[in-house]
C-alpha cells in the first residue's frame, strides 16, 4: 500500500484516506483552516496570495479567532479589516463538522452524529462524539476514525469497517462544536463544563497518531483551547509500538483497553492482544513516560459475565499489576448491551465482587456508572449505523481485520 510521506501505515480491512499534512479541500474549492497550526495557516494565506509581512500578523489574529474566540465566520472577526473579509471567505473555511443529530439522555448525557465535509465522490462520512456532564466535571468523548481499525468483540464500534481517518481539524472540530453547544467561548480555564476529554470515541488513536497528535497540541495550547495535559486522556487497545511515541510527544494521560488477564480470553475479545500480547503490553505500559503515583495508568475493564469476571481473574489483574510495578487504576464497567452483542453484563454481585478484591490489593477499581444508555451513548455503544449483522458476519468482519493487521 503507498502511504503519503511522513505518514503511519494504518492497518484496517480497507485502505485509509491518508491524513492530510495541508488544509484539507473542500468540494467548494475552500480549504479548512480549522486544525492548522499558526504556522500552517501563515502558509496557507502565503500560498493564495497573501504577502509574507501581512500573513504572518494574519494568521496570529486567526488563530485567536478561531481557536480562542470560537468563530464561525471571517465577518465576525472585527481587527481584520472588512474588505479582507470576502477575500478569505472565497478561500478558507473555519466551519465546524456538520451536526446531523443531536440526542439528550435522561441522565443529561449528550451525543451527536457528525458528518465530514464532503468529499471528491460528494459523500460526507459519519462519526460520533458524546459529552458527559458530571458534578464536578464535563468530559468529552472524541473519535479519532470513522469506523474503527479493531474487532474488539465486545464493542459496537468494533463491528464497523474503518472507513477512513479523521483530520486534526474535524478531531479539534469536535471539542469546538461542543463549546458551541456549551456556550463556551472566548475559552477560559475557569468555570466551564467542559473540563476534560478523552479520546475513547470510534477509532483507535494510536492508529491515526499525526492527525492525534496535531488536534490535541492545539486543544492543549495556551492560546488556544487551552485544556491542560492531565486533563486529557488517550485510550488505546495495546499498539504498543506507539505508546512510548504518544508518551513523549503528546505527553497525556494514558488508558489502556485491557479487559482480560490470560491469553485465550484477551485473543477473542481484544484481538490485537494476537500480534502484542499482554505481557508486552503491560511492559509498555511500564515504559510509559511520565506515569507516576501522581498520573497513574487506567486500565479500562468491561465486566463480561462468565467471561472476564471471576475472582480469579480479579487476583490475576493484582498479580500483574504488581509483577509490573504499575502506578494503576482500574474502571470496572460494566457491558453496556447493543443488538447483535454475543456477551451478557456480569451481576451486580460479581462485579462488587471483583471491585472487592482489586480495592483489597491496594488498587483502585471503581465501577463506572453507565451513562447515556438510552441513546447508545454509553461506553462501547458508540456506532452510526443502525445495521444488525449476524454472528457470522461479525466472525468474518473480525477474521479480515485480523488477518489485515498481521
Same mark, same amino acid.
Given at each position: 500500500?503507498?502511504?503519503?510521506?511522513?505518514?503511519?501505515? !494504518?492497518?484496517?480491512?480497507?485502505?485509509?484516506?491518508?491524513?492530510?499534512?495541508?488544509?484539507?479541500?473542500?468540494?467548494?474549492g475552500?480549504?479548512?483552516?480549522?486544525?492548522l497550526?499558526?504556522?500552517?495557516?501563515?502558509?496557507?494565506?502565503e500560498?493564495a496570495g497573501?504577502?509574507?509581512?501581512?500573513?504572518?500578523?494574519?494568521?496570529?489574529?486567526?488563530?485567536h479567532?478561531?481557536?480562542?474566540?470560537?468563530?464561525?465566520?471571517?465577518?465576525?472577526?472585527?481587527?481584520?479589516?472588512?474588505?479582507?473579509?470576502?477575500?478569505?471567505?472565497?478561500?478558507?473555511?473555519?466551519?465546524?463538522?456538520?451536526?446531523?443529530?443531536?440526542?439528550?439522555?435522561?441522565?443529561?448525557?449528550?451525543?451527536?452524529?457528525?458528518?465530514?465535509?464532503?468529499?471528491?465522490s460528494?459523500?460526507?462520512?459519519?462519526?460520533?462524539?458524546?459529552?458527559?456532564?458530571?458534578?464536578d466535571?464535563?468530559?468529552?468523548?472524541?473519535?479519532?476514525?470513522?469506523?474503527?481499525?479493531?474487532?474488539?468483540?465486545?464493542?459496537?464500534?468494533?463491528?464497523?469497517?474503518?472507513?477512513r481517518?479523521?483530520?486534526p481539524?474535524?478531531?479539534?472540530?469536535?471539542?469546538?462544536?461542543?463549546?458551541?453547544?456549551?456556550?463556551?467561548?472566548?475559552?477560559?480555564?475557569?468555570?466551564?463544563?467542559?473540563?476534560?476529554?478523552?479520546?475513547?470515541?470510534?477509532g483507535?488513536?494510536?492508529?491515526?497518531?499525526?492527525?492525534?497528535?496535531?488536534?490535541?497540541?492545539?486543544?492543549m495550547?495556551g492560546?488556544g483551547?487551552a485544556?491542560?495535559?492531565?486533563?486529557?486522556?488517550?485510550?488505546?487497545?495495546?499498539?504498543?509500538?506507539?505508546?512510548?511515541?504518544?508518551g513523549?510527544?503528546?505527553?497525556?494521560?494514558?488508558?489502556?483497553s485491557?479487559?482480560a488477564?490470560?491469553?485465550?480470553?484477551?485473543?477473542?475479545?481484544?484481538?490485537?492482544n494476537?500480534?502484542?500480547g499482554?505481557?508486552?503490553?503491560?511492559?509498555?505500559?511500564?515504559?510509559?513516560?511520565?506515569?507516576?503515583?501522581?498520573?497513574?495508568?487506567?486500565?479500562?475493564?468491561?465486566?463480561?459475565?462468565?467471561?472476564?469476571?471471576?475472582?480469579?481473574?480479579?487476583?490475576?489483574l493484582?498479580?500483574?499489576?504488581?509483577?509490573?510495578?504499575?502506578?494503576?487504576?482500574?474502571?470496572?464497567?460494566?457491558?453496556?448491551?447493543?443488538?447483535?452483542?454475543?456477551?451478557?453484563?456480569?451481576?451486580?454481585?460479581?462485579?462488587?465482587?471483583?471491585?472487592?478484591?482489586?480495592?483489597e490489593?491496594?488498587?483502585?477499581?471503581?465501577?463506572?456508572?453507565?451513562?447515556?444508555?438510552? !441513546?447508545?451513548?454509553?461506553?462501547?455503544?458508540?456506532?452510526?449505523?443502525?445495521?444488525?449483522?449476524?454472528?457470522a458476519?461479525?466472525?468474518?468482519?473480525?477474521e479480515?481485520?485480523?488477518?489485515?493487521?498481521?
Amino acid at each position: 500500500m503507498q502511504t503519503a510521506p511522513n505518514l503511519m501505515p !494504518i492497518p484496517g480491512h480497507v485502505d485509509p484516506v491518508p491524513v492530510p499534512r495541508e488544509a484539507p479541500m473542500q468540494t467548494d474549492g475552500r480549504k479548512s483552516l480549522v486544525g492548522l497550526t499558526r504556522e500552517q495557516i501563515r502558509a496557507e494565506l502565503e500560498a493564495a496570495g497573501m504577502e509574507s509581512k501581512q500573513a504572518k500578523l494574519r494568521a496570529k489574529q486567526l488563530w485567536h479567532w478561531i481557536y480562542n474566540r470560537g468563530a464561525t465566520a471571517f465577518e465576525t472577526m472585527t481587527d481584520i479589516a472588512k474588505a479582507q473579509h470576502p477575500w478569505l471567505a472565497e478561500r478558507f473555511t473555519v466551519e465546524r463538522p456538520q451536526v446531523v443529530e443531536a440526542q439528550v439522555s435522561t441522565d443529561g448525557t449528550r451525543k451527536w452524529l457528525l458528518r465530514t465535509a464532503p468529499d471528491s465522490s460528494g459523500a460526507g462520512h459519519d462519526f460520533e462524539m458524546v459529552f458527559i456532564p458530571d458534578a464536578d466535571r464535563g468530559t468529552l468523548c472524541v473519535s479519532s476514525q470513522v469506523g474503527c481499525t479493531l474487532n474488539c468483540r465486545f464493542c459496537h464500534t468494533g463491528t464497523m469497517r474503518l472507513v477512513r481517518n479523521l483530520t486534526p481539524g474535524e478531531i479539534v472540530g469536535q471539542v469546538m462544536l461542543a463549546r458551541d453547544s456549551l456556550g463556551e467561548w472566548p475559552s477560559q480555564p475557569e468555570g466551564r463544563m467542559l473540563t476534560n476529554i478523552v479520546m475513547m470515541g470510534m477509532g483507535e488513536p494510536l492508529y491515526n497518531f499525526d492527525a492525534v497528535r496535531d488536534a490535541l497540541a492545539i486543544v492543549m495550547d495556551g492560546d488556544g483551547l487551552a485544556l491542560s495535559k492531565r486533563r486529557i486522556t488517550l485510550s488505546t487497545s495495546g499498539v504498543v509500538p506507539m505508546m512510548e511515541r504518544a508518551g513523549k510527544e503528546i505527553g497525556v494521560n494514558l488508558a489502556v483497553s485491557l479487559h482480560a488477564v490470560t491469553k485465550e480470553v484477551r485473543d477473542e475479545i481484544v484481538p490485537i492482544n494476537r500480534k502484542y500480547g499482554i505481557d508486552e503490553l503491560l511492559q509498555a505500559c511500564a515504559d510509559y513516560p511520565g506515569a507516576n503515583n501522581a498520573r497513574r495508568i487506567t486500565f479500562e475493564y468491561v465486566m463480561l459475565r462468565d467471561k472476564n469476571d471471576s475472582d480469579e481473574d480479579a487476583r490475576e489483574l493484582v498479580r500483574l499489576i504488581r509483577k509490573y510495578k504499575l502506578p494503576a487504576k482500574v474502571n470496572l464497567i460494566p457491558f453496556n448491551p447493543w443488538p447483535g452483542a454475543v456477551y451478557e453484563c456480569s451481576t451486580p454481585e460479581r462485579i462488587r465482587s471483583f471491585s472487592s478484591i482489586v480495592f483489597e490489593a491496594g488498587i483502585s477499581a471503581p465501577i463506572r456508572t453507565p451513562r447515556g444508555r438510552d !441513546i447508545d451513548a454509553a461506553c462501547g455503544q458508540l456506532k452510526t449505523s443502525a445495521e444488525k449483522r449476524s454472528r457470522a458476519e461479525l466472525d468474518r468482519l473480525a477474521e479480515e481485520k485480523q488477518a489485515a493487521l498481521g
